[in-house]
């Protein structure tokens, strides 16, 4: 027994009746689901109150909604009725679903289960959903390689007081960013994504490790927005950032995205309808987080632009041939450091279109390398970080070669001398055991 809408032909006006009606038996939905149907039935209620019946007399099937969430017409007898799919999960709401009204005015009747029965092949996104599963694993790959570059890109900073300083300072905020970044991720795809019955229970941990992922997301652009801040300030005002500029930074970088995080957790978990499935499905309120992001890269654009115009002025200051590929090369190095790459992929293509499936992969490529592109560029192929790693590793090779000396000889000489016309001074050793010729300290360090 269902409340159904039928119309009173016999009065003015249309009138919500009771009406005694055999519905399939409502499956059994975790409690979050629950509330996506009732919602979905209190539209359908809402929307059959407002629409006048085109039927007037004689015999029909009478509008109503099923265990899916599909909200029904009134349909002539022979006819297909037909409604867009529901807005529920697995379900693509841009194809319609497809229900028989009988030539006795009743609903079709499935004769092997003997329950009414409506056509929702079209709805399921099968390959869409293999498509996502496949975009997750991409995305997975490209977090753990970025985790393993930026982590020890992050140790060689920490490591290395020669690289202590307030640009350091920042490109450590930034990589850390990255890892809590990709580390939220990876746990929100493989704890919750790609597990059914979790995205089906709903618990309160996915939901607050979903929270966590849009923190740390909206903290790496902002860090990427500190970069490009300080740059700036740097060029502009050169020698006289100060700490305040750093002290902003971590607030701009750690605190901000906190407020957004959480004012953004608050609205959308007083809105039950928008809380199934671990939050995964895509909702309007991220624009809280979302509206700083792009107002972050469109500031960085400009900071860009006036960091190459600065760059270029003092280029043109010195007797050099290659001022322009100068200044390319600074110009294609500060893209990823600043975040303006997401800015090449500003619409998402059509459902349908040729173009959907290298966008999906396109960004999660992306997205889940930007952490190895930057470690790769300020750590790795830094050429300040490269000369230390080379003077540490020749410093270490002189020791063991020191060793060696110590282990094979029983007495050591060692001697100075200073080359009158160039003022050179030269370190020499020699031992007592081996028949050799002295030799000079610094060709230890040049690798000989």
């Given at each position: 027994m269902v409340k159904e809408l039928t119309i009173d032909t016999e009065q003015k006006g249309y009138t919500l009746h009771e009406k005694a009606t055999e519905v399939p038996t409502r499956r059994s939905y975790p409690q979050q689901f629950e509330i996506v149907f009732n919602a979905l039935r209190e539209k359908c209620i809402e929307q059959h109150?407002?629409?006048?019946?085109?039927?007037?007399?004689?015999?029909?099937?009478?509008?109503?909604?099923?265990?899916?969430?599909?909200?029904?017409?009134?349909?002539?007898?022979?006819?297909?009725?037909?409604?867009?799919?529901?807005?529920?999960?697995?379900?693509?709401?841009?194809?319609?679903?497809?229900?028989?009204?009988?030539?006795?005015?009743?609903?079709?009747?499935?004769?092997?289960?003997?329950?009414?029965?409506?056509n929702y092949s079209m709805c399921l996104r099968k390959v869409q959903v293999t498509d996502d599963i496949n975009y997750i694993y991409i995305f997975i790959g490209g977090f753990v390689l970025s985790l393993l570059m930026l982590i020890i890109s992050l140790g060689i900073f920490i490591r290395f007081k020669q690289l202590r300083c307030d640009r350091i300072s920042i490109h450590k905020n930034l990589f850390l960013s990255y890892i809590f970044t990709g580390m939220s991720w990876i746990f929100y795809y493989v704890l919750a994504a790609l597990d059914g019955n979790v995205m089906l229970s709903n618990p309160i941990w996915c939901q607050v490790l979903h929270v966590i992922c849009q923190y740390f997301v909206v903290s790496n652009f902002m860090w990427m927005f500190c970069e490009g801040l300080y740059l700036n300030t740097i060029m502009v005002f050169a020698f006289n950032s100060g700490k305040r500029l750093i002290i902003s930074c971590y607030g701009i970088g750690w605190v901000f995205p906190l407020i957004l995080a959480s004012l953004y957790a608050m609205i959308r978990g007083s809105d039950k309808t928008s809380t199934a499935a671990c939050w995964m499905s895509e909702s309007n309120l991220q624009w809280i987080m979302y509206g700083p992001i792009v107002l972050s890269l469109s500031i960085n654009v400009l900071f860009l632009a006036n960091i190459v115009r600065l760059l270029v002025t003092k280029l043109r200051q010195m007797p050099d041939a290659n001022q322009t590929r100068k200044a390319t090369r600074a110009t294609l190095i500060l893209i990823p450091l600043l975040g303006l790459q997401y800015l090449l992929f500003p619409v998402r293509p059509e459902t349908g279109s040729p173009l959907e499936n290298f966008y999906h992969i396109a960004i999660a490529l992306l997205i889940s390398l930007q952490g190895a592109f930057v470690s790769l560029m300020y750590c790795f192929c830094n050429s300040e970080v490269l000369q230390l790693l080379k003077r540490k590793w020749s410093q270490h090779r002189l020791m063991r070669s020191g060793k060696l000396l110590r282990s094979t000889s029983t007495h050591i000489t060692t001697y100075t001398t200073i080359d009158p016309a160039t003022n050179v001074t030269s370190t020499y050793c020699s031992t007592a055991r081996l028949n050799e010729p002295a030799v000079e300290l610094s060709r230890f360090e040049n690798g000989v």
């Amino acid at each position: 027994m269902v409340k159904e809408l039928t119309i009173d032909t016999e009065q003015k006006g249309y009138t919500l009746h009771e009406k005694a009606t055999e519905v399939p038996t409502r499956r059994s939905y975790p409690q979050q689901f629950e509330i996506v149907f009732n919602a979905l039935r209190e539209k359908c209620i809402e929307q059959h109150s407002k629409d006048p019946s085109p039927i007037k007399d004689g015999i029909y099937c009478n509008r109503t909604m099923d265990h899916w969430g599909g909200c029904w017409p009134d349909t002539y007898p022979g006819q297909f009725a037909q409604i867009q799919c529901p807005d529920i999960i697995t379900f693509d709401t841009n194809s319609v679903a497809y229900r028989e009204c009988t030539a006795n005015g009743t609903w079709y009747v499935n004769p092997k289960t003997g329950k009414t029965w409506a056509n929702y092949s079209m709805c399921l996104r099968k390959v869409q959903v293999t498509d996502d599963i496949n975009y997750i694993y991409i995305f997975i790959g490209g977090f753990v390689l970025s985790l393993l570059m930026l982590i020890i890109s992050l140790g060689i900073f920490i490591r290395f007081k020669q690289l202590r300083c307030d640009r350091i300072s920042i490109h450590k905020n930034l990589f850390l960013s990255y890892i809590f970044t990709g580390m939220s991720w990876i746990f929100y795809y493989v704890l919750a994504a790609l597990d059914g019955n979790v995205m089906l229970s709903n618990p309160i941990w996915c939901q607050v490790l979903h929270v966590i992922c849009q923190y740390f997301v909206v903290s790496n652009f902002m860090w990427m927005f500190c970069e490009g801040l300080y740059l700036n300030t740097i060029m502009v005002f050169a020698f006289n950032s100060g700490k305040r500029l750093i002290i902003s930074c971590y607030g701009i970088g750690w605190v901000f995205p906190l407020i957004l995080a959480s004012l953004y957790a608050m609205i959308r978990g007083s809105d039950k309808t928008s809380t199934a499935a671990c939050w995964m499905s895509e909702s309007n309120l991220q624009w809280i987080m979302y509206g700083p992001i792009v107002l972050s890269l469109s500031i960085n654009v400009l900071f860009l632009a006036n960091i190459v115009r600065l760059l270029v002025t003092k280029l043109r200051q010195m007797p050099d041939a290659n001022q322009t590929r100068k200044a390319t090369r600074a110009t294609l190095i500060l893209i990823p450091l600043l975040g303006l790459q997401y800015l090449l992929f500003p619409v998402r293509p059509e459902t349908g279109s040729p173009l959907e499936n290298f966008y999906h992969i396109a960004i999660a490529l992306l997205i889940s390398l930007q952490g190895a592109f930057v470690s790769l560029m300020y750590c790795f192929c830094n050429s300040e970080v490269l000369q230390l790693l080379k003077r540490k590793w020749s410093q270490h090779r002189l020791m063991r070669s020191g060793k060696l000396l110590r282990s094979t000889s029983t007495h050591i000489t060692t001697y100075t001398t200073i080359d009158p016309a160039t003022n050179v001074t030269s370190t020499y050793c020699s031992t007592a055991r081996l028949n050799e010729p002295a030799v000079e300290l610094s060709r230890f360090e040049n690798g000989v």
